[in-house]
């Protein structure tokens, strides 16, 4: 079993910056590729980034590409999303995510866990 704990979450107004982070326990960490998704109210829970299990591997959603960074260190089994420019649309309950194997994935069904979420709201 894996457990993940959202931290970093908050107000902050538009343009400025949040970094959220995701301590993970329960299995080898490396051996996991970890996701961030989100979800605001009403719609449907969206992908944001991922990293392979070597964090050699990054993908972002075109929405959030050039403004976020995802990140881990695998020795504090820790994944992070660094968030710059931060706008309204960007208000959502953001979600670590983690799944078993080294490679990268969009779906959020292809994930095996969860995190409890930590909600960030943009004021403009």
């Known amino acids: 079993q894996v457990q993940l704990v959202e931290s970093g979450g908050g107000l902050v107004q538009a343009g400025g910056s949040l970094r959220l982070s995701c301590a993970v326990s329960?299995?080898?960490?490396?051996?996991?590729?970890m996701g961030w998704f989100r979800q605001a109210p009403g719609k449907e829970r969206e992908f944001v980034a991922a990293?392979?299990?070597?964090?050699?591997?990054?993908y972002y959603a075109d929405s959030v590409k050039g403004r976020f960074t995802i990140s881990r260190d695998n020795a504090k089994t820790t994944v992070y999303l660094q968030m710059n420019s931060l706008n309204s649309e960007d208000t959502a309950n953001y979600y670590c995510?983690?799944?078993?194997?080294?490679?990268?994935?969009?779906?959020?069904?292809?994930?095996?866990?969860w995190g409890q979420g930590t909600q960030v709201t943009v004021s403009s």
């Open positions: 995510t983690a799944r078993g194997g080294p490679a990268i994935y969009l779906r959020k069904d292809a994930y095996d866990y």
């Open positions: 329960g299995r080898t960490f490396s051996n996991y590729a």
């Open positions: 990293i392979s299990g070597s964090g050699n591997d990054r």
